[in-house]
């Protein structure tokens, strides 16, 4: 059976929609990307949508979010790339589960190079080849591939260890209040240390004041995400270069 016809006969499914948040590349003045955000169709938060996902409708939700992000992409005429987050325990086999991807991409004129996917560093991922086999799938293809939510998990550096993506993002729990944070800025140091010698670039999010996107700026970080640039808009997209706090 196609991925297109298992979404069709899926019984359990649910309505949802997107909200679109921009990562900013803030050193070039420019947008990195929008990455897709979940909704409920009257803008339900995210862990709504969520706590309806199971164990017979997981792989459904996880196709869903793939086509429904890049036609509303393509849709609303989003130039810069789109990161789209992953269940990695939603992919049985990675060259059939992509398939639907690049069908609606090519469908609807979307880029397959300006896609990224996120798998976050929280999911719970028992069988890590499964994973390495995914991303390098996905890579041959000429998706980006990142971890999401980059010290926030249980795995760590052992999951960087195992696999090498394009990105990482850094959680809020690593940036929160790092200008006045000595541990903090010294595990951040460490960790672009690590990502530059193996050739992966970092984004930071979660970033709410301006105190901690200097601080960030300052050792070397140049793409950020946050609600001090914009929350995640219902539907929609940033379109213009964000006013934030100048001070």
Not at 48 to 73: G, H, K, T
Not at 131 to 137: F, K, R, V
Not at 205 to 228: H, K, N, P, V
């Amino acid at each position: 059976m196609s991925c297109s016809a298992c979404l069709e006969e899926q019984k359990d499914g649910f309505e949802f929609t997107m909200a679109f948040q921009p990562i900013l590349d803030i050193p070039g003045k420019s947008f990195f990307a929008h990455e897709a955000l979940v909704r409920g169709i009257n803008n339900e938060p995210a862990a709504a949508i969520l706590s309806q996902v199971n164990d017979s409708n997981r792989y459904w939700f996880d196709q869903r979010c793939r086509v429904r992000a890049i036609e509303m992409a393509a849709a609303l005429n989003i130039q810069a790339r789109l990161s789209i987050n992953f269940l990695p325990n939603a992919v049985y086999r990675a060259e059939s589960c992509i398939r639907l991807t690049i069908e609606t991409a090519e469908r609807v004129g979307f880029p397959l190079d300006r896609i990224v996917f996120e798998v976050t560093e929280g999911e719970k991922v028992v069988d890590h080849a499964h994973l390495i086999n995914i991303i390098q799938t996905y890579k041959k293809y000429g998706f980006l591939t990142a971890i999401d939510d980059f010290g926030a998990g249980y795995s760590g550096l052992n999951l960087l260890a195992n696999f090498q993506p394009d990105i990482i993002k850094l959680d809020m729990a690593l940036t929160r209040n790092i200008e006045s944070d000595r541990v903090r800025r010294a595990i951040v140091s460490g960790i672009l240390t690590v990502c530059k010698d193996l050739g992966i670039d970092v984004i930071a999010e979660g970033i709410e004041t301006r105190a901690e996107l200097d601080a960030l700026l300052e050792l070397g970080i140049s793409r950020f995400q946050g609600y001090l640039f914009s929350r995640p808009l219902f539907q929609d997209y940033v379109r213009e270069w964000p006013q934030f706090d100048p001070a």
